[in-house]
């Protein structure tokens, strides 16, 4: 089973998709990471490459196809295109013959505002101190990167809030609704 964590970026793909891999066993990956690695170079650097993100969703889409060409049971934390662009042709193209489940997971804006992490150029974290200003304006991004692909979320098998829920109760969350969308 290849279980696909999508949705807005800061909302604990990452963190949730390793929590849930350890709960059931299975190895973890993380889209981001894998594509860095194939590449050998960091994400913002393959994107500059590019005039627009779609190319560079295209390029990464082939690290996703290897990801889930693997037929080996694993968690893959996606990014928030995660089920638009390249990223739902392979999809989608995958699901035709694998036990494979899309899963977006939803937060409040406001939560997700509180786990930003910035990165520099070469992906390593950086300190960001948040104004009053700063909160307002990442705050109107944030909502307006849910709104755009919140039609792509909406294609996903299964939606899991993780409004409010402490964040070891998650993954046995997740596998109870997919146990229930299974049945």
């Known amino acids: ?13 990452t963190t949730i998709g390793r929590l849930l891999a350890e709960k ?3 190895t973890f990956f993380d889209l981001d990471n894998e594509v860095e690695k194939y590449y050998q170079k960091p994400i ?22 290897q990801l889930f060409s693997r037929n080996i049971d694993c968690v893959v934390a996606g990014t928030p295109a ?25 937060d409040t804006c406001e939560n997700v505002l509180n786990r930003l992490t910035f990165y520099d150029i070469d992906s390593n974290p950086i300190d960001e101190p948040m104004t009053p200003e700063k909160r307002k304006r990442y705050l109107r991004e944030i909502k307006a990167d849910y709104n755009y692909f919140k039609s792509s979320y909406e294609r996903a098998d299964l939606r899991v809030s993780i409004e409010g829920v402490p964040l070891h109760d998650i993954p046995d969350k997740i596998v109870a609704e997919l146990e229930q969308l299974q049945q």
């Open 1 to 13: 089973m290849i279980i696909y964590l999508v949705g807005m970026g800061c909302v604990g793909k």
């Open 24 to 26: 059931l066993g299975f």
């Open 44 to 65: 913002e650097r393959i994107q500059n490459e590019f005039l627009t993100l779609y190319g560079f969703r295209e390029k990464a889409s082939v690290v996703l196809d």
């Open 82 to 106: 995660g089920l638009k662009f390249a990223y739902n042709s392979v999809y989608k193209r995958h699901k035709k013959d694998k036990e494979l489940y899309s899963i977006h997971l939803f």
